[in-house]
């Protein structure tokens, strides 16, 4: 077996790679969202350029290591342990973004985040599919189908990808090496909708069940005017109103009231907890925050019922405002801190009633007032599903059964150590429970989401049984050697 300096002498001088010693500790090494899933890796590298991908996936494979590439570590259900190479995508190669104004899309390096893409095309005027998060990589949040504040009007991210250049981890050497299966074989394929055979397969599975298939390199969307939205400014029209919990009814008839959305409105609930600077630190509260994505006059008539003094008389704070597009994930970037153990819980849901929502807000509380689970929160938010239906065409190829739930909850636990485990999988589990109430007694299936798994999660409520042994299939082809993590290999 080779020693890990051999892993240095493989790589270009100017690749850094970390090799921890065992009485260090994690967290000198790898910072993540969360602490769940994490511990020593084999080794660190932070890749150059492409021979560097090619000479770590040759040495991963020789050697029986696994290869986590990582952008935004927000992952929390991705296992880090000595077995792991963790190829941190952070180096000048692979973050640039590059906007094509005449073809309408935007080229994205495999370890850029969701923050730096969106502010850099708001600065030209144009936009494309990002998450709800700054600090969330790109390419992370593709693999698993990208879900963002423009459902409505677009769809998911994975409806708008035009290419994906990826290494795949069968590829050690950029040599031909001609296979069976059609397979072409330069170093980095590029994958588009067009491709044929196996590629085709390949670029299918990329989108929404991506994770392990190999080190993408980057990935081009379409790209949008932001002048096309007609929002008023140039800006995102904005509500907030906050909810004391003793408002909890009031504030989840007027979210249910707001469902379904008009493409154009995100509406998110979030049940969370008032920060120390708060008048009442620590207070359980509800927070609805309206998002609208074109003129100022249209938001304020597709959310009238959020002016009505029954619901503004409840109201602690109501404020109306507007927001760049490089600033619209701001309020979110408290939820971005890293540190503690996080795992997010998640269901899309078609129907929901508010007896429900107020079950949900009940479990949250309780739990949330746990010494140290104070950070706990739970969002909703809601989209028109037409888009993302009228985005299938013939025959749906993508991995994302849950095309026509317009309604998605996540419940994150927030705790102190893995300890906590048992008891965040339980409220986790109450939560999406009460949610998903309505569809069970209507005979609908459970759906979550892959870019929330938690560990030791069920595959079955994120894919069905056809797309979890089509995704197998594709390993089978493009990693025989197992070098790359998905989460059909378990925990
Ligand atoms: C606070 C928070 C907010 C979120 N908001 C949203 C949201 O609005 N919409 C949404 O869809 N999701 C959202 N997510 C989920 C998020 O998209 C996934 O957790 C995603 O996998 C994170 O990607 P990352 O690069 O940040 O994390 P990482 O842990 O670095 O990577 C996550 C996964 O992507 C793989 N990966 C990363 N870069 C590459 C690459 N270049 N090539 C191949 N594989 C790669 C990793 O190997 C790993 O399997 C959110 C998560 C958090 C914690």
Same mark, same amino acid.
């Given at each position: 077996?080779?020693?890990?300096?051999?892993?240095?002498?493989?790589?270009?001088?100017?690749?850094?790679?970390?090799?921890?010693?065992?009485?260090?500790?994690?967290?000198?090494?790898?910072?993540?969202?969360?602490?769940?899933?994490?511990?020593?890796?084999?080794?660190?590298?932070?890749?150059?350029?492409?021979?560097?991908?090619?000479?770590?996936?040759?040495?991963?494979?020789?050697?029986?290591?696994?290869?986590?590439?990582?952008?935004?570590?927000?992952?929390?259900?991705?296992?880090?342990?000595?077995?792991?190479?963790?190829?941190?995508?952070?180096?000048?190669?692979?973050?640039?973004?590059? #906007?094509?104004?005449?073809?309408?899309?935007?080229?994205?390096?495999?370890?850029?985040?969701?923050?730096?893409?969106?502010?850099?095309?708001?600065?030209?005027?144009?936009?494309?599919?990002?998450?709800?998060?700054?600090?969330?990589?790109?390419?992370?949040?593709?693999?698993?189908?990208?879900?963002?504040?423009?459902?409505?009007?677009?769809?998911?991210?994975?409806?708008?990808?035009?290419?994906?250049?990826?290494?795949?981890?069968?590829?050690?050497?950029?040599?031909?090496?001609?296979?069976?299966?059609?397979?072409?074989?330069?170093?980095?394929?590029?994958?588009?909708?067009?491709?044929?055979?196996?590629?085709?397969? #390949?670029?299918?599975?990329?989108?929404?069940?991506?994770?392990?298939?190999?080190?993408?390199?980057?990935?081009? #969307?379409?790209?949008?005017?932001?002048?096309?939205?007609?929002?008023?400014?140039?800006?995102?029209?904005?509500?907030?109103?906050?909810?004391?919990?003793?408002?909890?009814?009031?504030?989840?008839?007027?979210?249910?009231?707001?469902?379904?959305?008009?493409?154009?409105?995100?509406?998110?609930?979030?049940?969370?907890?008032?920060?120390?600077?708060?008048?009442?630190?620590?207070?359980?509260?509800?927070?609805?925050?309206?998002?609208?994505?074109?003129?100022?006059?249209?938001?304020?008539?597709?959310?009238?019922?959020?002016?009505?003094?029954?619901?503004?008389?409840?109201?602690?704070?109501?404020?109306?405002?507007?927001?760049?597009?490089?600033?619209?994930?701001?309020?979110?970037?408290?939820?971005?801190?890293?540190?503690?153990?996080?795992?997010?819980?998640?269901?899309?849901?078609?129907?929901?009633?508010?007896?429900?929502?107020?079950?949900?807000?009940?479990?949250?509380?309780?739990?949330?007032?746990?010494?140290?689970?104070?950070?706990?929160?739970?969002?909703?938010?809601?989209?028109?599903?037409?888009?993302?239906?009228?985005?299938?065409?013939?025959?749906?190829?993508?991995?994302?059964?849950?095309?026509?739930?317009?309604?998605?909850?996540?419940?994150?636990?927030?705790?102190?150590?893995?300890?906590?485990?048992?008891?965040?999988?339980?409220?986790?589990?109450?939560?999406?429970?009460?949610?998903?109430?309505?569809?069970?007694?209507?005979?609908?299936?459970?759906?979550?989401?892959?870019?929330?798994?938690?560990?030791?999660?069920?595959?079955?409520?994120?894919?069905?049984?056809?797309?979890?042994?089509?995704?197998?299939?594709?390993?089978?082809?493009?990693?025989?050697?197992?070098?790359?993590?998905?989460?059909?290999?378990?925990?």
């Amino acid at each position: 077996m080779a020693t890990q300096d051999d892993l240095r002498t493989a790589l270009s001088p100017i690749c850094i790679v970390t090799i921890p010693s065992p009485d260090s500790k994690t967290h000198d090494h790898i910072s993540r969202w969360s602490n769940a899933a994490i511990a020593l890796p084999h080794a660190i590298v932070t890749p150059t350029s492409i021979p560097d991908i090619l000479s770590t996936i040759a040495f991963a494979s020789t050697n029986g290591l696994k290869i986590v590439p990582a952008t935004g570590g927000h992952g929390s259900f991705i296992p880090v342990n000595r077995k792991t190479i963790y190829l941190d995508m952070s180096s000048p190669a692979f973050k640039s973004i590059s #906007l094509n104004e005449e073809k309408e899309e935007v080229k994205i390096g495999g370890g850029v985040l969701a923050g730096e893409v969106i502010k850099e095309l708001a600065t030209k005027g144009w936009h494309t599919l990002t998450p709800n998060s700054d600090a969330v990589g790109m390419v992370g949040a593709l693999l698993g189908g990208l879900s963002g504040a423009t459902n409505g009007i677009h769809g998911f991210g994975i409806d708008h990808i035009k290419s994906i250049s990826i290494v795949p981890f069968s590829r050690t050497s950029p040599l031909p090496d001609p296979e069976d299966h059609g397979i072409s074989n330069p170093a980095v394929l590029t994958l588009t909708p067009d491709s044929k055979g196996e590629e085709k397969s #390949l670029f299918n599975a990329l989108c929404g069940a991506g994770h392990g298939l190999g080190i993408v390199t980057s990935v081009t #969307l379409s790209a949008f005017r932001l002048s096309a939205l007609c929002m008023t400014d140039n800006k995102i029209w904005t509500r907030r109103l906050i909810f004391p919990a003793a408002a909890i009814r009031t504030a989840v008839k007027l979210y249910i009231d707001l469902l379904p959305p008009p493409p154009t409105l995100a509406p998110v609930l979030v049940f969370v907890r008032a920060p120390p600077s708060a008048p009442v630190p620590d207070a359980a509260m509800l927070m609805l925050a309206l998002s609208y994505f074109g003129p100022a006059g249209d938001a304020e008539l597709a959310t009238r019922t959020s002016f009505e003094d029954e619901y503004v008389e409840m109201a602690s704070m109501a404020v109306t405002g507007a927001t760049g597009w490089g600033e619209m994930n701001a309020s979110s970037a408290p939820m971005n801190a890293h540190g503690g153990v996080k795992e997010s819980y998640s269901a899309f849901v078609k129907e929901m009633d508010g007896e429900s929502l107020v079950r949900a807000f009940e479990a949250w509380e309780a739990y949330s007032s746990g010494e140290g689970r104070g950070r706990t929160y739970t969002v909703f938010s809601a989209w028109d599903t037409e888009q993302l239906l009228r985005n299938v065409g013939d025959k749906d190829e993508k991995f994302f059964p849950a095309r026509d739930r317009g309604v998605f909850v996540q419940c994150t636990p927030w705790y102190a150590d893995v300890e906590g485990k048992d008891d965040a999988d339980r409220v986790g589990k109450e939560i999406v429970d009460a949610t998903r109430e309505k569809d069970r007694s209507e005979g609908r299936s459970d759906w979550g989401f892959a870019n929330n798994l938690v560990v030791g999660g069920d595959l079955r409520e994120v894919y069905s049984g056809e797309q979890i042994g089509e995704v197998e299939r594709v390993r089978g082809v493009w990693d025989p050697k197992r070098v790359g993590w998905c989460p059909g290999d378990g925990w």
